[in-house]
């Protein structure tokens, strides 16, 4: 709760300093949880928007279905809320056919490694210029707390009230398994951290992964809680020479709570190039 | 001059010719001016020596159906063409190999299962197309030369039509396919006495227009990039696939974007996202694609984003028959997905309807902003047909966005509910014209909103759309309407359309007052028309290729009478025959 409170002051003092990022902000009042990760992440949001100038019409957010999938609402240009774990397909689409566009999409843990687990592998091979905002709070918040497929082992849940019998994913080693050209984490908590993140993660040219570490307050009382993380969580600090395969798979298999870019490819061309490519040399 | 109406199919196994023999055959009679409808089934396997079909319609009129049974079956393998001599006319001609590579066992000869009535013309095919180029191969090219020697036919335009064929081969490809031709003209001419009535002698038809030679799937492609898609994206099913086969080469070069996805959801959520960027976008899919794209389908209504889905039916729930046609997939189209959800469904009844309901559907997709459906078969999909060059759409078909202006930017409501259900729709890049679309039930800002009254308001706006769409709809066939009453009224739709018509004009030459009545536009449904054309006949037929009658069951609802009912799931086209034999009856 402190964090987000500090995140507020934070934007207080930055508007007084005519830093204005409400622009990017909708007239929508959040509908989450008071105390939610999500506002620190909407935060990040607006703030890498603002520093990026990107311009508010040429944003588009798309999202899929769950407390995240309500993101787009909160964000002061064009949005789509679509399907329960299908913000990729739909983002990839529009991003191929209006490449002036940026694209974000968000997904939930259910979203992106449930329901929609089949689509991440495709979208990083493919390395689709979009950044993927994955809201992981390892707990279904929408339909008020079942497991996910980052709720821990033996977690107490509403559909596993005995104890979680399914081993959780690895998302960033997924990531980096499926070959995404950008792979981060960042943390609900570090709205300047994560905001410097979502920056990298818009520039960089290909598909972007960002796993976004944040709690839900209503549903988990024991693992992603605001003072867990706030014990765990800490900066990865990997120098770019650092930011390979080796190392990057060394550390999502280590660093559970380590936040920071772990992977970046900048010369991997991105779908819209490769196909330029091909139908150039055909 | 009499009138040629001639079925011709060639049977072999895979890898004989069989299919490519059908393919000259059909190219030639075109260049004379004939109209041909030709449609193939191979073995549903890829390798091996499965059965193959060329069948093909020639005629000197208008044709409408592929004609149930052959006139001529030309038997490149026995053992084949022995299980195909049942749609073989009881007078039919067979052609077939007189000195096989292997002599034939006693019941191994197609000769010898012939039924008396049959006229039966032994060629020495192999030993014809080994006499020609040293090997077997010919054996195709020796069949058409002697059934080009039987029915007088020209042969040298014939063998042009061979060279054209292989023009892309090396010249021995080409030499030895025309010499096999003509050793199998020649010794056809010198050796066999013509007993049948079958002859092309004196028939010369107006020199023909410049046509296509071309199957639904190649005119779906084609229509889709005269209509300006910029953006497709498919998984690979059998009978649609070809439609992605030829976007993929064709679709960059007009400037698109062609995506192959990882499964048939995430092609019509790419679709989706492609519409709600402004863009033109479609995928192809057949029945188990359609099904898994059943929730995307509620978000294109929805959320008010333009999608057209192709959905060529194959046989059976399922997995099905996927090489087989049906037109089962009625009821998942226009009634299937979840809550009240209008959607336009468009069914070409022909091979060059095809090309028209694409540019329809991708033009009432974007103008509409909604879900377009077409409903293809595996039939109208693969079947052949020569066309004249379809004339591109008008530039008003290219360009239907309804787009907001100053006042609507003032305070831009992207839900706006209006008169026809159309609201001005901002394009992402635009500025003052920024929204949030869901699929939640929203106002007409697009926020999510349940109220009782904004349900029923928004429910009301989607709906309203229907009116004016029906206006845009192509009237529907009607055969004959210059009576006041018919006996009977064969209402169909689809690809059955095309031998309900024909089977009523067959009718009324045997004095049978009839008529017929099919509706590209299925969903929403002319019903007003359907209702004065059931008011005005006695006994209403609806002939359908399933078997629950989905649209009879549909038609009955809007018709509040009983109809008479004629269903088929033999995999096999709609056979005129049948629905003429059902008629009399009735
Ligand atoms: C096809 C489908 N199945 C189930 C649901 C119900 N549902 C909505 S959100 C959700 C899970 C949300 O969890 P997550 O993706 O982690 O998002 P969060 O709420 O935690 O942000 C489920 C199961 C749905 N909307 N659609
Ligand atoms: S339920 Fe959990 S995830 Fe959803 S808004 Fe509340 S705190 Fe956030
Ligand atoms: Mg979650």
Not at chain 1, 221 to 244: A, G, M, P, S
Not at chain 2, 92 to 109: F, M, N, T, V
Not at chain 2, 483 to 507: K, L, N, P, Q, T
């Amino acid at each position: 709760m402190e964090v987000i409170e500090s995140a507020y002051l934070d934007e207080k003092i930055e508007t007084v300093r005519g830093i204005d990022f409400l622009q990017y902000r909708s007239q929508d009042l959040p509908t989450w949880c008071p105390g939610c990760g999500y506002f620190g992440i909407v935060d990040a949001f607006y703030k890498a928007c603002r520093e990026l100038n990107l311009k508010q019409e040429n944003i588009v957010t798309v999202s899929g279905i769950g407390c995240s999938g309500r993101t787009p609402i909160f964000i002061n240009s064009y949005g789509f809320h679509t399907l329960h774990g299908r913000s990729i397909p739909v983002a990839s689409g529009l991003k191929l056919a209006r490449e002036d566009l940026t694209v974000f999409a968000v997904a939930g843990d259910g979203d992106a490694l449930g329901i929609g687990g089949g689509h991440l592998p495709h979208v990083a091979r493919k390395n689709i210029n979009i950044t993927f905002l994955l809201f992981d709070n390892s707990i279904y918040g929408l339909t008020k707390g079942q497991s996910s497929s980052t709720t821990p082992y033996e977690m107490r849940t509403n559909s596993h009230p005995v104890g979680n019998p399914d081993t959780p994913l690895n998302p960033v080693k997924l990531a980096l398994a499926y070959g995404a050209s950008f792979v981060a984490r960042g943390y609900a908590g570090d709205p300047r951290g994560l905001k410097q993140i979502i920056k990298e993660a818009t520039l960089h040219q290909g598909f972007s992964f960002v796993q976004i570490l944040t709690p839900c307050v209503t549903f988990d009382k024991e693992n992603k809680t605001w003072k867990n993380l706030k014990e765990k969580v800490h900066d990865l600090n990997l120098r770019n020479e650092e930011k390979n395969m080796e190392t990057a798979m060394r550390m999502a298999e280590n660093e559970p709570y380590g936040v920071g870019t772990f992977f970046q490819d900048k010369e991997r061309p991105h779908y819209q190039e490769i196909l330029r490519n091909l139908n150039k040399a055909d | 001059m009499k009138d040629i109406n001639i079925v011709i199919e060639i049977c072999g196994s895979a890898g004989e010719g069989t299919i490519s023999a059908g393919e000259i055959t059909s190219r030639f009679m075109s260049s004379q001016g004939f109209e041909i409808m030709s449609f193939d089934s191979y073995p549903a396997e890829i390798r091996g020596f499965g059965k193959c079909v060329a069948h093909t319609r020639i005629s000197s009129r208008q044709i409408y159906s592929p004609g149930k049974l052959a006139d001529v079956l030309i038997a490149l393998n026995d053992k084949h063409a022995i299980s195909q001599l049942s749609t073989l006319k009881e007078n039919g001609i067979l052609i077939y190999d007189s000195q096989p590579a292997r002599p034939h066992k006693e019941d191994e000869s197609v000769a010898g299962w012939a039924k008396p009535g049959m006229i039966s013309y032994g060629i020495p095919l192999n030993m014809l197309a080994h006499k020609a180029s040293g090997n077997a191969r010919g054996m195709n090219m020796v069949a058409l030369g002697a059934l080009a020697a039987l029915f007088y036919v020209d042969k040298s335009p014939f063998t042009d039509s061979i060279k054209t064929r292989y023009a892309k081969k090396k010249q021995i490809v080409i030499d030895s396919n025309v010499n096999s031709f003509l050793e199998g003209y020649n010794w056809t001419k010198e050796n066999i006495k013509k007993i049948d009535p079958h002859s092309f002698k004196d028939i010369t038809l107006p020199k023909p227009k410049e046509k296509l030679i071309i199957n639904g799937n190649q005119l779906v492609a084609r229509a889709a990039l005269d209509a300006d898609l910029s953006f497709y994206a498919g998984y690979p099913i059998t009978p649609a696939t070809k439609i992605m086969e030829i976007l993929s080469r064709e679709l960059p070069k007009h400037g698109g974007v062609l995506l192959q996805t990882e499964d048939e959801i995430s092609a019509i959520g790419a679709v989706i996202g492609a519409g709600f960027g402004g863009k033109r976008a479609m995928t192809a899919t057949s029945g188990p694609g359609f099904a898994l794209m059943t929730e995307f389908t509620g978000l294109s209504v929805m959320a008010e984003v333009p999608a057209v889905i192709i959905n060529s039916q194959r046989a059976g729930p399922s997995t099905g028959i996927p090489t087989k046609t049906e037109q089962s997939d009625f009821n998942s189209a226009v009634l299937g997905g979840t809550g009240d959800c209008p959607r336009i469904v468009l069914a070409p009844a022909d091979t060059k309807s095809c090309y028209e309901a694409t540019v329809l559907a991708l033009y009432l997709a974007e103008k509409y902003q909604t879900l377009v459906v077409v409903l293809l078969d595996f039939f109208l999909s693969n079947s052949i047909r020569n066309i004249n060059i379809p004339e591109k759409p008008s530039s008003e078909y290219l360009d239907a966005n309804i787009a907001p202006d100053k006042n609507d930017f003032k305070d831009y409501q992207r839900y706006k509910i209006t008169k026809n259900g159309i609201s001005p729709r901002a394009i992402p890049g635009t500025p003052g014209g920024m929204f949030f679309s869901t699929g939640l039930e929203h106002d007409a800002y697009g926020r999510p909103n349940y109220s009782e009254a904004g349900h029923t308001a928004m429910t009301q706006k989607r709906f309203a759309k229907f009116n004016t769409v029906l206006t845009e709809a192509p009237a529907p066939e009607i055969s004959a309407n210059d009576r006041d009453e018919f006996d009977i009224g064969v209402i169909s739709w689809g690809s059955s359309a095309g031998a309900a018509h024909e089977a009523v004009m067959s009718a009324q030459k045997e004095g049978i007052n009839a008529s017929s009545f099919s509706s590209m536009m299925l969903s929403p449904f002319p019903e007003k028309a359907l209702i004065d054309f059931s008011d005005k006949c006695k006994k209403i037929l609806i002939p359908e290729l399933n078997f629950s009658g989905q649209f009879a069951g549909f038609a009955t609802r809007i018709l509040k009478r009983s109809v008479e009912r004629l269903n088929f799931i033999t995999g096999r086209p709609m056979a005129s025959e049948d629905i003429l034999q059902k008629m009399r009856e009735m």
